[in-house]
Every structure is written in C-alpha cells, then in structure tokens.
C-alpha cells in the first residue's frame, strides 16, 4: 500500500493531503492547513511552512509527495513568494528522501474533475465524493488531495503500460537501461 502525501505550497496557507492507495482502493488518511504566521517575517513563515511539512512526513510516512507545481501567478512578487514556499516543499520532501512528483494545475483538475479549467468548489466536491468524506474539505486541503489523487491516476495508468516502482528514480520514470 502506497501512501502519498499532496501538497498545494502557498505564502500563507500551504494544504496538505495524506492518502493510503493499493490496487483499485484509495483511501483517505488526513488533510489541513499548515497556515504561516501573517505578520512575520518571510524566513520565520518559511520555517513554519518547513517545520509543518517534516512532522507530516514523520508522522505519515509517505512513499511518494506529490507537489502543484507553479503554471503561473497574479504577480512577479506573488510568484515569488509561491516559489519559494513551493522550494520548502520540495527541500522537506529531498531532506526525508523522498519520490517527488510534481503536476501542474491544469492536470490535477483534469485527473479530478475531467475538465483543465475545472473551479475550486468542483475540485472540491470531487474529492468529497471520490474519498467518501462527510463533508467538503477546506480549499487549500481539497487542492492538495486532489494532487495526491492525481498522482494516484498516474500510478494506475503506468501500473497499466507495464511501468514499476524500480523504474522510477527521483521521483521520475526512467527508461530502462538495457
């Protein structure tokens, strides 16, 4: 059984998503916020970021950490910020060694929803119904599992070409070297 940990990086609000998946069955574990103090300093909010994201893999213990990675964003500042929250993301997950895997916006939605230019409240309603949770989860949580669905898809689907764990390194899939 596979567990991957979905992390949608933000400044401010960094969601997270923790999923156990074996075969045909995907189930939840837990999801959240890891919400960054607003008036501190940009390093201390990093830390807090970085700080939240290593118990989560100490607590879980994921296979894989599946990552949004950044499409685009408001401004040259805002991206920034993301990118740097989205380079905590990536340092927690290399420290803890490990398999990163990285999906952009567009084809999480897509794997979720079935549609790129899918809203936040679909993604949202789609993760409720396709994990049987009571209740909608917050939108940086729902962003997040969504990333870690989307990873699921992808395993099955390379789980269907023939495609194994042992051909992929650093978390991507490499031809085989005969």
Do not use: W
């Amino acid at each position: 059984m596979a567990v991957i940990l979905g992390i949608d990086p933000g400044s401010r609000v960094t969601g997270f998503g923790v999923i156990k998946h074996e075969a045909s069955t995907t189930q939840y574990v837990s999801s959240g916020c890891i919400r960054a103090t607003l008036k501190a300093p940009a390093a201390e909010r990093l830390q807090e970021i970085f700080s939240g994201l290593q118990e989560l893999i100490f607590l879980h213990d994921p296979e894989h950490i599946a990552i949004e990675r950044i499409f685009m964003a408001r401004s040259a500042e805002s991206a920034l910020k993301l990118g740097q929250a989205r380079g905590v993301a990536l340092l927690a997950a290399a420290q803890a060694k490990r398999s990163i895997f990285e999906y952009e916006a567009k084809k999480v939605k897509q794997a979720v929803v079935g549609s790129g230019a899918a809203g936040k409240a679909q993604v949202q309603h789609m993760v409720q119904v396709l994990l049987g949770l009571e209740g909608r989860p917050q939108e940086d949580a729902a962003d997040a599992l969504a990333i870690a669905l989307c990873h699921v898809q992808t395993l099955d689907n390379l789980g269907r070409l023939g495609a194994t764990s042992s051909r992929f390194r650093r978390g991507r899939l490499v031809e085989s070297e005969s």
